[in-house]
């Protein structure tokens, strides 16, 4: 199917994409579009590396502030725009290199899907966990990130129904504020997000409000309208409500077996190992929304339950039964890194099959030899 994106939000329109026209320019027409979005991720793995490496269980900003050095805040910000401007870019490189594939969308929001978490789970080394003064909540930072990625999976859900992305107003503006806050950090140091800014309220207190407040009145009213609308203009993609609705079971059930692990873990597994919970959610979720994307593009239905869903579940109940006693930590571990390795061997096999499929190589704009 062809691809169709709207792009509505102001920020974007009048500010942000002038930049990127101009920096567009400077990017050598040999470049793979690709390379763009393949960068720009990495280049958020790594920052994201190296905050945890400083900042494992998420303390460091609330006990004692100068665990992470200055650099790292601002190398933060550093790459958050550079990941930001390269994702912006690409498409757009992809145009006037005339080498648009549906390899590259699926790269891109693949890619995006994965990295919508990451973002959220370095930001949390900025605010620290709740340490009876300061901090967010290991809880509120779970809720947290299952709110953006609740919307991200909206913005999908919509497009498979009615083919068109919706660009949500959320991801220019949360990129801008990632931006901002890694520099007010860098440059004032990490106390500034423990001094209350408003009527008693911190500044993490009023970006919680801010998002949940984006979410439930913006975002997903917003997806709900344009679905309605595609329905009444009859351009919705799926004729039945079953059809409709079907890429949101696997997400929810995903969603509710992790907050079912959450809420009875008998070693209460979320403030044990927040960082490895959160990176797992995240990581499982990639690959759920991943299998709705492919769906979209290649109009298929996707399957009720994503395969994903049957081990969690198998873990979730050893763990909640009391069967793996001491051995939750260990077993989150092992799962975390099996799941990242799934994901990961899942990726490079699509992109592989896509690749031949449609003659083209990943990295490079160079045609293939037909065999």
């Not at 068109?164 to 140091?189: E, H, K, M, N, R």
């Not at 959610?281 to 239905?301: L, P, R």
């Not at 099996?338 to 003659?359: I, K, P, W």
Request: aromatic share 16%; proline share 4%.
């Amino acid at each position: 199917s062809q691809y169709s994106a709207v792009d509505t939000n102001p920020l974007s329109v009048y500010i942000m994409q002038p930049i990127w026209n101009k920096i567009i320019k400077i990017v050598p027409l040999w470049i793979a579009p690709n390379l763009l979005t393949f960068s720009g991720f990495v280049m958020i793995l790594f920052n994201y590396f190296l905050i945890a490496f400083y900042d494992w269980d998420y303390t460091a900003s609330g006990t004692s502030p100068g665990l992470v050095p200055t650099w790292v805040w601002l190398f933060s910000a550093f790459t958050t725009f550079c990941a930001y401007a390269l994702d912006s870019i690409d498409g757009k490189h992809a145009r006037r290199t005339q080498s648009s594939t549906p390899l590259g969308e699926l790269f891109d929001h693949g890619l995006d899907s994965w990295a919508t978490s990451i973002f959220v789970l370095s930001f949390f080394s900025v605010c620290s966990r709740d340490n009876g003064k300061t901090g967010v909540s290991v809880y509120t930072m779970y809720i947290y990130l299952s709110i953006v990625l609740f919307n991200f999976m909206c913005s999908h859900w919509e497009k498979y129904n009615t083919g068109v992305l919706f660009l949500p107003w959320g991801y220019d503006i949360s990129q801008v504020v990632l931006i901002a806050a890694y520099l007010l950090t860098g440059t004032v140091g990490v106390e500034v997000w423990q001094k209350p800014l408003l009527f008693g309220y911190y500044i993490t207190d009023l970006l919680v409000i801010l998002l949940i407040g984006f979410s439930l009145f913006l975002s997903f009213p917003q997806t709900l309208y344009n679905i309605h609308r595609a329905h009444l203009k009859k351009t919705l993609k799926n004729d039945s409500l079953y059809e409709g609705l079907l890429p949101l079971v696997s997400p929810l059930l995903l969603f509710v077996l992790l907050t079912v692990w959450v809420v009875l873990s008998p070693s209460n597994i979320l403030a044990k190992q927040p960082r490895l919970f959160l990176w797992m959610v995240g990581v499982a979720f990639s690959n759920v929304i991943c299998k709705v994307i492919i769906c979209q593009m290649s109009g298929t239905q996707p399957e009720l339950f994503h395969w994903f869903l049957f081990p969690l579940a198998l873990v979730v109940y050893a763990a909640i039964s009391g069967l793996l006693g001491c051995m939750e930590e260990a077993v989150l571990g092992v799962f975390t890194a099996l799941v990242t390795a799934a994901h990961v061997h899942y990726g490079v096999c699509v992109g592989r099959q896509l690749s031949e499929h449609l003659n083209i190589y990943i990295f490079s704009l160079k045609k293939r030899v037909q065999e």
